[in-house]
C-alpha cells in the first residue's frame, strides 16, 4: 500500500491523540478522551500492519493478541491505589522497545551499508529508506538512534527500580552507592565519549558501552531518590518514554512516533514541573 494511506492514516491517529489528551483534562471528557486514544492506536496499528514494509502478519497478529491479553489481565486486577506502579512497570517496557528499536536499526543500517548499488536497488521498507541516505544524513541517523536508546535504557532500568519502590519489592529508602553523583557524571561523561566513538566508527561496541552506562544511571538515580517522591519520578520517567519514543521515531523516519513521543515526553515534563511546585 501507498505512502500516502498510511501518512493520512498516521494524520488522523495524532489528531485523536491529541484530542485525548486534551480531554483527560475534565472529568467529564476523560472516557471519550480514552476512547479516542484507543481508536487513535487501532488505526495506527492497522496502517503499521498494512503500509509500506509490511510482513509477518500472522507474528504480529500473535504478538499483539498477546501483548493485549496481558495487558488487559494487569489492568483489571490492579487497584486504583495500585496505578503508579502499574504506569512505571509500563514505562519500563516503552524504555525496552526503545533500546531493542535502535539496535536493530543499528545492525540494519551496517547490512544496507554493506552492501553494492545493485543490491540497494532490490530494498524495501526501512531498507530502503536507509540505501537513499548520504553520509550527513546517516551520521544523524546515528545520533538519533543513539540518543534513542540512551533515553530508552534509563527508562528502563529507573522505571523498574520506581516500580519496585512503589510496591514494596525495594527498599523505599534513598540510596547511593559511594561516590554518589560523581558515579553518575562519570556515566555520563562515558555516554558522551561513546556518542563521539560511535559517531565516527558506527561500531557495536560503543553503542553496547554507552547502553551498559545509561542503564546504571537510570538504575542509580532513581535508587538515590526515597520512595515518597515516586510520583514525581513516574512523571519524569514518563516524559524520558516519550523523548526515547520520539528519538526512534527519528531513526525509523516515523512521524507519528515522532509526533507521539513529543506528546507524552512534553506533558511529562510539565507534570513534573507543577508536581514539583
Not at 95 to 112: D, K, P, S, T
Request: with cysteine; glycine share 14%; aromatic share 10%.
Amino acid at each position: 500500500m501507498e505512502y500516502g494511506f498510511t501518512t493520512a492514516a498516521y494524520v488522523v491517529s495524532a489528531v485523536l491523540f491529541i484530542l485525548s489528551l486534551g480531554g483527560l483534562s475534565g472529568q467529564e471528557s476523560a472516557k471519550r478522551a480514552v476512547w479516542y486514544g484507543i481508536t487513535g492506536m487501532a488505526l495506527a496499528v492497522a496502517a503499521t500492519l498494512i503500509g509500506p514494509g509490511s510482513g509477518l502478519w500472522f507474528l504480529s497478529m500473535i504478538m499483539i493478541a498477546g501483548g493485549g491479553y496481558i495487558g488487559y489481565q494487569l489492568a483489571t486486577k490492579v487497584q486504583m491505589t495500585q496505578m503508579p506502579e502499574l504506569v512505571a512497570a509500563m514505562h519500563s517496557l516503552v524504555g525496552l522497545a526503545a533500546v531493542f528499536v535502535g539496535f536493530i536499526a543499528h545492525v540494519e543500517l551496517g547490512r544496507v551499508l554493506a552492501m553494492d548499488d545493485a543490491a540497494k536497488k532490490g530494498l524495501e521498507g526501512f531498507a530502503a529508506l536507509l540505501a537513499k541516505k548520504d553520509g550527513v544524513e546517516i551520521a544523524i541517523l546515528r545520533v538519533e538512534l543513539f540518543l534513542g536508546i540512551f533515553i530508552g535504557a534509563i527508562t528502563f532500568t529507573g522505571s523498574i527500580i520506581a516500580y519496585g519502590k512503589l510496591a514494596g519489592r525495594v527498599d523505599s529508602a534513598a540510596t547511593k552507592l559511594p561516590g554518589g553523583h560523581m558515579l553518575n557524571a562519570g556515566a555520563a561523561a562515558v555516554s558522551l565519549i561513546t556518542l563521539i566513538w560511535y559517531f565516527n566508527t558506527g561500531g557495536f561496541f560503543p553503542l553496547f558501552l554507552m547502553t551498559l552506562a545509561a542503564l546504571f544511571i537510570g538504575y542509580h538515580l532513581i535508587m538515590g531518590i526515597g520512595g515518597a517522591d515516586m510520583p514525581v519520578v513516574v512523571s519524569m520517567l514518563n516524559s524520558y518514554s516519550g523523548w526515547a519514543a520520539a528519538a526512534i521515531g527519528f531513526s525509523l523516519g516515523n512521524d507519528l512516533m515522532i509526533v507521539v513521543g513529543a506528546l507524552v515526553g512534553s506533558s511529562g515534563a510539565i507534570l513534573s514541573y507543577i508536581m514539583c511546585k
